[in-house]
């Protein structure tokens, strides 16, 4: 028998928790080991091996794993492959795994609009081989540590088959049943098409979240010890001012903060805290405030979580999901979520980091003030590089201001573009009416710029004045101008944008009223298609950009007026599945994200491809280890301005960085 697909499913064990520590720190676990091992060569019965009991790896099967006109398949691939490779390390058996030979179902979940998890997928998709829903419960059983109760003489670390026998072989079923799932689930989801550079990409990125970034450990321990030591000094000062022992007590405090104000305060959100600040500004009240913003402060946790997940050679892995980011298809961040963390607004970063690395807190409350504020600007620069090598940052210069301006063909914009003549002073120039040379520091309209600044990230996709004021207050700016007029003027400058924004809806509404028939955009070959219920936003690159269930709904708008409204079946912001809706702006703002995507992604392959080793990249940023004074950094700072070939005309350009740790500022 000719193996062409061989689909893969294991139930592992370990002693570490997979959900907070990760895959790799789960897997280095010397309690790591795979129980159950299911397979389906083509379109033959699944057949389940019980590893633990006696069941060994048939020699063909083996064989299959290495063959590379096999295409091994699994849902999240990436654990499959990788616990191959630790089970097999650890028995010496000799079998070279490449992960190019491997289709990731999860991923093509993702490709195709749809949800990452597997019983999710097996419930949109109407399965027939449907996840079982007794998987959770038997996880816990038989691959999480047994709690051991008093007197008890069983002395194994994991349940096992002699302890559940009839669970046991429900197991088996649940193992097989997953293959099953992940096998009709793949073919259901072939009709939307992976490009070869899609295709190279998975095999790079798991390179990648291999590959790791090192961690520095010293700053890691000094900042959770200094933390905790600051937890202990603020919960002592909120009992002797409140009687409430920790300063984690949420609800406590609500409680005495009603009780204290003689009003009902229903949340201590992040959001809500300074406004209570402001309102009760001398007193007790404020005290108790900045005690529970100092110690809530969210940024400081993921000191801790780098420390749980950090491997033995001190290197965090899996940090990053292939197209994770379902609407752009652009990565999403796992565990430490370096998408998220706090630029470092401190001029004297390095002084900060040392004064933390020997634990010297008087220090950093003498020159920075709150502790916690002053850990979270370090969050970052935890990252640093192995032994005699830099980390050298390369980000794109405002490429989303730069896609649009490409795909719309907004000429003045990409003239300032292709000069690099700075987009945030252009705009403000243009829109008010200024000279753009006087638009700097010290004169009177460098304020303008500002205003310019808030304009451009808020504006582009269909943005008004919620937009506007939402990004003045995350850019901690001051809008000093009326948002409608803000608006006007910069949609009559930018008239080629906004009449983007109309003609992707339009295209979207007439491609979901007749099926089957591609239509072209009219902007730089971006075409949609509504095929399979699906419509397919075909983007520069090739990749497709999918809106599960499209259809039009009919509805009175907020001028009064008739419209057909684009919804669709996605991820809502609380993560559950259900309707959603877009329009034109929000179109463009999907399509140009995945360009920037598209665009970060071709100079991944490129600079792996000549040799470098990427070890992180977030959004529109790459950073790669390169070697103390060997001047590589000017080699892949020419790599990311080179042209795409998909995308003709569009002037990319790129800051570069050398760095003893990693770091970002405004």
């Known amino acids: 028998m000719i193996i062409q697909t061989l689909a893969l499913d294991f139930e592992t064990r370990s002693a570490v928790n997979l959900k907070t520590a990760g895959m790799y720190k789960y897997m280095e676990c010397p309690h790591f080991d795979i129980m159950l091992f299911a397979y389906k060569v083509n379109d033959e019965a699944t057949v389940c091996l019980d590893l633990l009991n006696g069941d060994v790896i048939p020699d063909f099967i083996l064989a299959a794993l290495s063959d590379p006109n096999v295409i091994k398949t699994a849902h999240n691939a990436a654990f499959e492959f990788n616990a191959l490779v630790t089970y097999f390390a650890r028995r010496f058996i000799n079998i070279v795994l490449d992960y190019s030979q491997w289709r990731c179902n999860m991923v093509q979940a993702y490709r195709c609009g749809l949800p990452g998890d597997l019983f999710t997928v097996s419930q949109i998709l109407g399965l027939t081989q449907f996840k079982m829903f007794e998987g959770k419960a038997l996880i816990n059983k038989f691959c999480v540590p047994r709690t051991r109760k008093k007197n008890d003489t069983n002395f194994n670390l994991f349940n096992t088959r002699e302890d559940y026998p009839e669970d046991w072989e429900l197991f088996k079923r649940y193992c097989i049943r997953d293959v099953e799932a992940e096998v009709e689930s793949r073919k259901r989801m072939e009709f939307i098409p992976v490009t070869p550079t899609e295709r190279r990409l998975e095999a790079i990125d798991s390179r990648i979240n291999r590959r790791g970034l090192l961690c ?19 919960s002592a000062r909120l009992f002797h001012l409140t009687g409430i022992r920790k300063a984690s007590e949420v609800q406590k405090i609500k409680d005495w903060l009603s009780s204290e104000l003689d009003e009902d305060i229903v949340s201590l959100r992040k959001d809500d805290l300074p406004k209570l600040l402001q309102k009760y500004p001398d007193t007790i009240v404020e005290e108790v405030i900045r005690i529970r913003m100092e110690i809530g402060k969210s940024s400081v946790s993921k000191f801790v979580r780098m420390a749980v997940m950090m491997c033995a050679d001190g290197r965090l ?8 980011a379902m609407r752009t298809g652009r990565y999403a961040g796992r565990g430490v979520q370096l998408q998220n963390l706090s630029k470092n607004k401190t001029k004297a970063i390095y002084e900060l980091r040392e004064f933390v690395r020997t634990g010297n807190t008087d220090m950093v409350k003498l020159f920075f003030g709150q502790v916690a504020a002053a850990l979270s600007q370090l969050t970052r620069t935890a990252f640093i590089p192995s032994p005699g090598y830099d980390l050298a940052t390369f980000d794109f210069s405002a490429i989303e201001a730069c896609v649009i301006a490409w795909l719309a063909n907004e000429e ?15 705009s403000a120039a243009k829109s008010f009416g200024v000279d753009i040379n006087t638009i700097r520091k010290g004169h009177e309209n460098f304020k303008y710029r500002a205003l310019g600044k808030i304009g451009e990230l808020a504006l582009g996709f269909g943005g008004g004045k919620g937009a506007l004021l939402n990004m003045a207050k995350t850019l901690n700016m001051t809008l000093d101008v009326d948002p409608e007029t803000l608006k006007v003027l910069w949609r009559q400058e930018s008239p080629r944008i906004v009449q983007m924004w109309k003609d992707f809806e339009n295209c979207a509404r007439t491609a979901i009223q007749n099926p089957g028939i591609l239509y072209d955009t009219g902007y730089r070959g971006v075409s949609m298609c509504l095929y399979n219920g699906v419509l397919q936003v075909r983007l520069p690159s090739g990749r497709i950009l999918c809106y599960a269930g499209a259809h039009l709904v009919g509805k009175i708008n907020d001028y009064g007026s008739y419209v057909l409204e684009i919804r669709y079946y996605g991820v809502n912001d609380k993560g559950r599945w259900g309707i959603l809706t877009t329009y034109g702006g929000k179109l463009t703002e999907n399509i140009v994200q995945a360009i920037a995507r598209d665009c970060l992604v071709e100079k991944i392959i490129l600079i792996e491809d000549n040799g470098f080793p990427i070890v992180l990249h977030v959004h529109d940023e790459a950073g790669v280890e390169i070697r103390k004074g060997s001047g590589h950094e000017h080699t892949i700072h020419h790599l990311m301005g080179l042209p795409i070939d998909w995308a003709p005309g569009l002037p990319l350009s790129a800051s570069a960085d050398v760095l003893q740790f990693y770091m970002k500022t405004d």
Do not use: C, P
């Not at 520095?216 to 603020?234: C, G, N, P, W, Y």
């Not at 892995?317 to 994770?324: K, N």
């Open 216 to 234: 520095d450990r010293v700053l890691i321990h000094q900042a959770i010890t200094m933390f905790e030591q600051l937890k202990e000094e603020l």
């Open 317 to 324: 892995r899996g940090m990053f999901q292939l197209l994770g």
């Open 412 to 426: 003045w914009r990409l003239e300032a573009f292709r000069n690099k003549v700075e987009i945030y002073s252009l």
